[in-house]
């Protein structure tokens, strides 16, 4: 591949177009939103306007600017949904074990995680707040049941992918089941786990949020869903909804990076596959 083809198809370019593309129909929707009667910044603003009401000094709530009020509540929104994600991650990972190492209790769980799943945030936070009979708590609670679903399942399709050859092997050697789970199906489900985390920590940001605005108590949601009620500046909601989507996407990208230093041989492995698959 010469080198030409490999600039115009690297990661950063292609999402730096994509990221053009965005912010050009954007552009356009908002000039187009501008020739009508509505207010464009109740709409849809420009770009520009979001960015510069980032660095505005003017006080819109309890003498803070919108950038502060949006740093604040995050604070709150994210510590949250860190606490859920970590407690989450860790029982997601347990139950995979649990699950690999007897059937019944595969067969047993597994339904229940899914029918979890199913149940809408909107009506699973009244039930866990009733349960816990406190708001924040609750929130905690929906970010790690959020978190555990796909870090289980993900791990469990890891531990479930080795070869029968590596078991035989292992047979061989005379090695026990902790032996076993060391040496060749922990490190073999790590790649998996990861992708969990990589679904599940966007996901535990944004339902904490979704919660902060139907319990209130401060946090990301409270403060978008006043900004939509004119109860402050509407540039808070937008700078809360740029804001949301890129730590979601960091959180994300930050997985993968902490892959990368956990496992480098998996790494390296990928990208042999991926140099064979290419020739």
């Given at each position: 591949?010469?080198?030409?083809?490999?600039?115009?198809?690297?990661?950063?370019?292609?999402?730096?177009?994509?990221?053009?593309?965005?912010?050009?129909?954007?552009?356009?929707?908002?000039?187009?939103?501008?020739?009508?009667?509505?207010?464009?910044?109740?709409?849809?603003?420009?770009?520009?306007?979001?960015?510069?009401?980032?660095?505005?000094?003017?006080?819109?709530?309890?003498?803070?600017?919108?950038?502060?009020?949006?740093?604040?509540?995050?604070?709150?929104?994210?510590?949250?949904?860190?606490?859920?994600?970590?407690?989450?991650s860790v029982f997601g990972f347990?139950?995979?074990?649990?699950?690999?190492?007897?059937?019944?209790?595969?067969?047993?769980?597994?339904?229940?995680?899914?029918?979890?799943?199913?149940?809408?945030?909107?009506?699973?936070?009244?039930?866990?707040?009733?349960?816990t009979h406190d708001i924040g708590t609750s929130r905690i609670v929906i970010a790690a049941i959020l978190t555990f679903y796909p870090v289980a399942t993900n791990t469990l399709a890891g531990l479930n992918s080795v070869s029968k050859e590596k078991y035989e092997l292992m047979y061989s050697y005379a090695a026990n089941k902790w032996t076993i789970y060391k040496k060749v199906l922990i490190p073999s489900c790590i790649p998996y786990f990861f992708t969990g985390l990589k679904i599940s920590a966007p996901m535990a940001i944004t339902a904490s949020i979704l919660v902060d605005t139907l319990?209130?108590?401060?946090?990301?949601?409270?403060?978008?869903?006043?900004?939509?009620?004119?109860?402050?500046?509407?540039?808070?909601?937008?700078?809360i909804v740029f804001f949301s989507a890129i730590i979601g996407i960091l959180s994300s990208v930050l997985m993968g990076f902490i892959e990368k230093l956990v496992s480098p041989q998996m790494r390296q492995f990928r990208q042999s596959r991926k140099h064979r698959s290419k020739a």
């Open positions: 591949m010469s080198k030409a083809k490999k600039i115009l198809s690297s990661k950063p370019l292609i999402m730096m177009v994509w990221f053009l593309v965005l912010v050009v129909l954007w552009e356009i929707g908002a000039s187009n939103m501008e020739k009508t009667k509505r207010t464009p910044e109740n709409i849809l603003p420009h770009v520009s306007q979001i960015v510069g009401s980032v660095t505005d000094g003017k006080l819109v709530s309890n003498n803070m600017t919108a950038t502060q009020i949006v740093l604040k509540s995050a604070g709150a929104t994210l510590e949250r949904a860190l606490i859920g994600f970590l407690f989450g347990l139950m995979a074990l649990l699950m690999k190492l007897s059937n019944l209790v595969e067969k047993t769980i597994f339904p229940y995680l899914m029918l979890i799943q199913m149940i809408p945030i909107i009506g699973m936070a009244p039930i866990i707040l009733a349960i319990q209130g108590d401060g946090g990301l949601g409270c403060m978008l869903s006043q900004s939509l009620k004119h109860a402050m500046s509407i540039y808070v909601f937008w700078q």
